[in-house]
């Protein structure tokens, strides 16, 4: 499962060299929306304050254009749609795609209020066997689709995939009804929320994928076209 959530070839450096480099963040920035106008829909996400680290990166890269025309170029249905690899933009058909991104993490941020559930925005990351310290890709994300658990399926999470952490039972509502991925709580960093489209984010999440080489991969592109920062306002998801 986490094979296809895992960008390669990451190096650790420090998140203040790069914002050194990069396009600095005005005080507004912060109080805005990001836009992802994708070739199947506008999707309207909302960046998290208690994930400080991740919501700037994100914040930089979405005013420095570096999501303009990267493919959502992994999507499972019931699952996740992923996008962020710079590799994507001119990618030939067929290629198999993930390993890209900028030469940095991010560290881990998790917190107990932000968890899978269905419109959750989280960071790729590298596998714990190379990266223990759960540290997140510098660029690759991923949406979260999900699907509804009963008791009884969360009750076997909590003993296999969970190994004795327990649901809370507010998360449980949440994934019963609305739905989610529980498996992955507390284990990569979510930092913000769909707030505006997750209709798109289910037609993205149920296209044609390939079998092959670049298994997972949409037959036909998905393209962010542009990403940008917008007022927020009271959306309706």
């Keep these: 499962?986490?094979?296809?959530?895992?960008?390669?070839?990451?190096?650790?450096?420090?998140?203040?060299?790069?914002?050194?480099?990069?396009?600095?963040?005005?005080?507004k920035d912060r109080k805005r929306d990001v836009e992802l106008v994708t070739s199947m829909g506008s999707i309207v996400v909302r960046l998290s304050?208690?994930?400080?680290?991740?919501?700037?990166?994100?914040?930089?890269?979405?005013?420095?254009?570096?999501?303009?025309s990267v493919l959502f170029h992994r999507v499972?249905?019931?699952?996740?749609?992923?996008?962020g690899d710079p590799d994507s933009k001119h990618a030939a058909s067929g290629t198999p795609l993930g390993e890209?991104?900028?030469?940095?993490?991010?560290?881990?941020?998790?917190?107990?209020?932000?968890?899978?559930?269905?419109?959750?925005?989280?960071?790729a990351r590298q596998g714990d066997d190379v990266n223990p310290q759960k540290a997140s890709s510098g660029s690759q994300f991923y949406i979260v689709q999900g699907r509804t658990f009963t008791d009884g399926r969360m009750d076997?999470?909590?003993?296999?995939?969970?190994?004795?952490?327990?649901?809370?039972?507010?998360?449980?509502?949440?994934?019963?009804?609305?739905?989610?991925?529980?498996h992955?709580?507390?284990?990569?960093?979510?930092?913000?929320?769909?707030?505006?489209g997750l209709d798109v984010v289910d037609k993205i999440a149920g296209v044609p994928t390939s079998k092959g080489e670049d298994r997972d991969r949409p037959l036909q592109d998905v393209r962010i076209i542009k990403a940008k920062l917008i007022k927020r306002s009271?959306?309706?998801k």
């Excluded at 208690?50 to 999501?67: A, C, E, I, M």
């Design 1 to 27: 499962m986490k094979r296809i959530l895992i960008p390669g070839f990451l190096l650790l450096i420090s998140i203040t060299a790069f914002a050194q480099k990069e396009i600095r963040l005005k005080k």
């Design 49 to 68: 304050d208690s994930t400080p680290l991740h919501r700037d990166n994100f914040l930089k890269l979405v005013k420095q254009g570096y999501y303009d």
């Design 76 to 83: 499972i249905n019931q699952f996740m749609i992923q996008a």
């Design 100 to 123: 890209g991104g900028p030469s940095y993490t991010v560290p881990a941020e998790f917190r107990t209020t932000l968890f899978h559930k269905k419109g959750a925005l989280a960071a």
């Design 156 to 182: 076997t999470l909590e003993t296999t995939r969970l190994k004795g952490r327990k649901i809370p039972a507010d998360e449980r509502a949440v994934y019963k009804t609305i739905g989610g991925v529980p």
């Design 184 to 196: 992955l709580d507390q284990a990569y960093t979510v930092f913000g929320e769909v707030v505006k």
């Design 234 to 236: 009271n959306h309706k």
